[in-house]
Each structure stands twice: as structure tokens, then as C-alpha cells.
């Protein structure tokens, strides 16, 4: 199918960008790589009078390393993430997790801000943010905001952007040395969505766990955070059992069925990828 007809808007600035989209308020949808937004807009799930392209502003496309911290512009695309030295240095686990996008084609056109406006509950970057601790960069014509990961994500496709907003901008802490990394999913083909996966960060000083975040996707009302198992892992010394004991609030979730997989077998994966996410981490 073709899409239903829209005006074209390509501005050259972020400026102007928030020109549009405060005139334009819910009647215009922003393009980014297009790698959901165009399907959606040919099977007609989706119309609105406006496309605004922001692929033509070059000021939103960089990758940065200032005051311990990364800052990535919003149409950064996956592929150039995967490969950065910046990112591979100070955010390894989000280089490493990028290659699990996908393939090599959507890769090379979608972008970090798509992938978090789309807020997709089975898409990977969201869960990462979560892990990592990212901030989100808002602009609208009046103001701008910083909003914590833990705060952006809502239920499913929900974000906190409402009809002004631009993602301009992905702040992510330097990783510590202290600090271990994870990322596991199961999918049914190589480059397909997850069914599940489970990014995990642990802090580990003197073989004592001193903070974690865990962060599990593809399961039922969004991404989130495992919170029971990282509140059992903090403040403990590493061990076999330990991670079994914490992998095992992994089923407590709730998980849905659908033609790709039960509600069972997500649980029993998200068991599974919690605890080999939880091992690599440690090593
Ligand atoms: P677009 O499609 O252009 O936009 C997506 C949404 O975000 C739209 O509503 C748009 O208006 C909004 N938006 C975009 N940028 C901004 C911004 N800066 N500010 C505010 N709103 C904005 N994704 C995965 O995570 N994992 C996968 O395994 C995976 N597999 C895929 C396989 C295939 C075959 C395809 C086609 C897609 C797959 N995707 C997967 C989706 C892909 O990652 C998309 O690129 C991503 O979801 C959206 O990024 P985009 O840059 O293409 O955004």
C-alpha cells in the first residue's frame, strides 16, 4: 500500500524543526530513519498532515565525550553507534548491544532518537537506557528538559514526548571501572525482535555487589526494570547462588502469549537471559 497523501516539511535547523512542530502540533509526525515510522505510514496505521524530515539537520547527528559522559545526538544511527571508539570505550555495553538490531540495512538507517520516541517494548535501546542510566534531551519552541530513562518510558509505544517535542539529544555516564556489563535475547530468527532479552549493569567493589541495574524487554507493558532481583543482589557478595536466587524474580514478571511464543516460555526465558546476563556481567 502507498501511504495517504501528507506535505513534506525538510528543515535544515533544530530551530526551524521546532518552528513546525509547535504549528503543527499533533497533525505532524517527525521522520527520522523511517524504519517503523514508513511502515506504518504505508499499511495506513498512522496519517497526519505533516511529515517533518529531521534528517537534513546535521547539528543533531555527533557523538561527543564531555564532563564523563557521552552525548549523542538524536539521529545518530545504530550502525555509526556499533562502531564509534567513544562509545566502545565509555559505553561497551551499548556497542555491543547494537549489533543485536536488526540487520545490517536497518541498522544503517534507524536512529537512537527514532528507536526511543518509538519506545518499541521489544526494542533493545530502551532497556539499555535504562541500564546505563541515560538522560533524555527534550526540546519544544519554549523549553527544554532533561528526563531520566527510568521517567521517559511509559506502557507500550508510550514516551513522556508530547505533540512539540523534539528528542534532541542522549546523555550516557562514563562506564566505571568498577562496573560489568550483560546483554542476552533469544530471538526466532537472527536480526528479528526479540521474544526477550535482558540488559544488566553491575557495580562490583571487593567482590561485593554495590549497585544494579537490570533491565528486561519484550515482555508485557513495556520496558522495565527488575527491581526485586536488583534489590536482593545489592549489598551481597557474588556467588552462584546469589545470581540463581536473584535470576528467579525473573518469573515474577508478567509476559504475554502470542504467535511467536507463550507466556511461559517468555518467563522461562527471561529466567534464563537474566541469569547468563548476570554471569557476563560479572566476568
Ligand atoms: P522512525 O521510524 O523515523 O520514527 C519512529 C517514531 O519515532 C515515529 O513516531 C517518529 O515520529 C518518532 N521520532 C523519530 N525521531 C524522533 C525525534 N528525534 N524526536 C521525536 N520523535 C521522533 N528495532 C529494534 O529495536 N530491534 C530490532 O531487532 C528491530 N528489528 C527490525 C527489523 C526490521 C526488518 C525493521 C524494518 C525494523 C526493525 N526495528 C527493530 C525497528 C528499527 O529499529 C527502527 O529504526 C526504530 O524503531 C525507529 O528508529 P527510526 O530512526 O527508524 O525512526
Known amino acids: 500500500m ?32 523511517g524504519q517503523s515510522l514508513v511502515p506504518m505510514l504505508n499499511f495506513r496505521l498512522i496519517r497526519f498532515d505533516y511529515l517533518l524530515d529531521i534528517n537534513g539537520i546535521p547539528e543533531l547527528s555527533y557523538i561527543r565525550s564531555e564532563h564523563e559522559r557521552l552525548h ?4 545518530t544511527r545504530y550502525r555509526t553507534i556499533e562502531v564509534n571508539r567513544l562509545i566502545q570505550a565509555h559505553a561497551p555495553l551499548l556497542s555491543k548491544a547494537t549489533h543485536f538490531v536488526a540487520h545490517l540495512p536497518v541498522r544503517t538507517r534507524g536512529t537512537i532518537g527514532g528507536s526511543l520516541a518509538h519506545a518499541d517494548p521489544a526494542a533493545e535501546y530502551p532497556a539499555l537506557m535504562l541500564v546505563l542510566n541515560a538522560t533524555m534531551v527534550v526540546k519544544s519552541k519554549s523549553h527544554t528538559s532533561e528526563i531520566a530513562a527510568d521517567d521517559f518510558f511509559g506502557g507500550l509505544f508510550e514516551s ?16 566505571k571501572p568498577t562496573q560489568g556489563f550483560g546483554f542476552k535475547e533469544y530471538s526466532r530468527r537472527t536480526g528479528d525482535l526479540a521474544l526477550v532479552g535482558v540488559a544488566v549493569m553491575l557495580d562490583i567493589a571487593n567482590h561485593v555487589i554495590t549497585d544494579a541495574r537490570i533491565a528486561l524487554l ?33 518469573m515474577n514478571v508478567s509476559a504475554q502469549s502470542d504467535l511467536h511464543g507463550t507466556d511461559a516460555l517468555r518467563k522461562h526465558l527471561a529466567k534464563v537471559l537474566t541469569k547468563d546476563a548476570l554471569i557476563e556481567a560479572c566476568q
Request: net charge negative.
Open 160 to 175: 513522556k514526548l508530547s505533540a512539540g517535542d523534539l528528542l534532541v539529544e542522549i546523555q550516557i555516564p562514563h562506564a
Open 72 to 75: 549523542i545526538g538524536a539521529t
Open 218 to 250: 519484550g515482555l508485557s507493558g513495556g520496558v522495565q526494570r527488575l527491581l526485586e532481583a536488583e534489590n536482593h543482589l545489592i549489598g551481597k557478595k557474588v556467588n552462584e547462588e546469589l545470581i540463581e536466587h536473584a535470576s528467579d524474580f525473573a
Open 2 to 33: 502507498k501511504p495517504a497523501p501528507f506535505i513534506y516539511l525538510a528543515p535544515k535547523s533544530t530551530e526551524e524543526a521546532l518552528e513546525f512542530l509547535d504549528l503543527h502540533q499533533d497533525d505532524v509526525r517527525v521522520l527520522a530513519g
